[in-house]
């Protein structure tokens, strides 16, 4: 009985910021290649056209397969994986998610899929980063999706799998593809030796993220988390944290629906920042909170802002004079200034980014 681990990856843009990260994201994906290797995950395959993680991932014991040319389609080339090594159960999750998993993790994620005819295992049923199934031929009866995102409720509704989410925790939730993300990971007491020295954004983002775990740790302060926050991270904060914690969760699922893509995305924050502007508006956060989390990508949204990722990237490393995106670049001028210590991201920022850095706030860092 064999039960296949299947990895993606797919390069960035050229700037620095995004050739830095697609470094950590091969970093990553190697370590967990070798730990599912280890779980008795067989065959390991790695579905990449980039000839730095080919390398990478064939040193890590995986089988490189490249992609179909054209516009890269998660479903076709996960179905594709399937038919070619003839296999039944299969774990997929791109580079940069797992940092964090064991591998006893990965061996019960296995155990599981062997021990049912039927199962959809994910780390979040509505947009998922990890997804484990059995049987792959269950992909035969639903519309192939183009991203990871949608498909464990796929699976479920058209596929008919029952499904489970796996255990939260900072190693199901943590997907590593923003600077914040990489530079709270080595924080973490259980990240891998062989990633501590990954090159994150200690410069630009420590000394945000230690006063955040500072404050997250010390009574009578409060934390403001804003963005597609799930209930279980409202839930974990409320039991894990001795500080206070508000708490604005609005547009979960937002890409995996294509509300972002519609314009069709709204958040109560957006309108408050129509009205007000940039600086007043980090003005009223500060009023609001004693530190700030913020999934900034529902207000972009919400605005009709499309920046680019290098743009994006820059954001979130506060770094406004390099970026193109005019409002954009007000709105990170504004945040970089602002009176309480903020980091932006994305999705993962106020889900395994703030599981990660809490759970490490209580272990001594910082």
């Known amino acids: 009985m064999t039960t296949a681990f299947v990895m993606f990856f797919g390069r960035g843009g050229g700037s620095e910021v995004e050739e830095r990260l697609d470094a950590v994201r091969i970093a990553i994906g190697s370590s967990v290649l070798k730990r599912a290797a280890r779980a008795g995950f067989t065959p390991l395959v790695a579905v990449t056209a980039d000839a730095s993680a080919t390398q990478a991932f064939r040193d890590s014991g995986a089988t490189t397969v490249t992609p179909e ?154 934390l403001l988390v804003a963005g597609r926050v799930g209930a279980p991270v409202w839930t974990f904060l409320e039991t894990q944290t001795a500080c206070r914690v508000r708490m604005l969760a609005e547009e979960r699922g937002m890409q995996a629906a294509g509300r972002d893509a519609r314009g069709e995305a709204r958040t109560a ?38 920046p680019g990722p290098a743009d994006r990237f820059a954001s979130d490393l506060f770094s406004h004079e390099t970026i193109a995106h005019a409002d954009v670049r007000a709105f990170t001028k504004s945040a970089a200034t602002a009176g309480i210590p903020l ?24």
């Open 69 to 222: 040319r054209g516009t890269f389609h998660f479903g076709t080339e996960l179905k594709r994986v399937a038919g070619r090594f003839g296999v039944e159960r299969m774990c997929a999750m791109g580079a940069g998610a797992g940092a964090l998993l064991t591998e006893d993790d990965l061996l019960g994620i296995r155990r599981d899929l062997e021990g049912s005819e039927a199962l959809v295992l994910s780390n979040n049923y509505y947009s998922a980063d990890l997804v484990a199934f059995t049987p792959a031929s269950a992909l035969d009866a639903i519309a192939l999706p183009a991203t990871d995102n949608p498909l464990p409720r796929l699976l479920h509704q058209q596929g008919g799998l029952p499904t489970r989410q796996l255990t939260r925790s900072a190693a199901t939730l943590l997907d590593v593809d923003t600077p914040a993300d990489a530079t709270v990971l080595v924080r973490h007491p259980s990240c891998p030796g062989d990633l501590r020295g990954i090159p994150t954004w200690e410069a630009e983002l420590g000394a945000r993220i230690d006063a955040l775990m500072r404050l997250v740790t010390t009574p009578d302060k409060e």
């Open 343 to 366: 980091l932006l991201g994305g999705q993962t920022l106020v889900s395994g980014v703030l599981w990660t850095m809490v759970e490490a706030a209580w272990v001594g860092h910082p």
């Open 269 to 306: 924050l957006g309108f408050l920042y129509a009205e007000v502007g940039p600086e007043r508006f980090f003005e009223r956060m500060g009023e609001l909170g004693d530190g700030m989390l913020f999934d900034s990508r529902v207000l972009f949204a919400h605005l009709g802002w499309h």
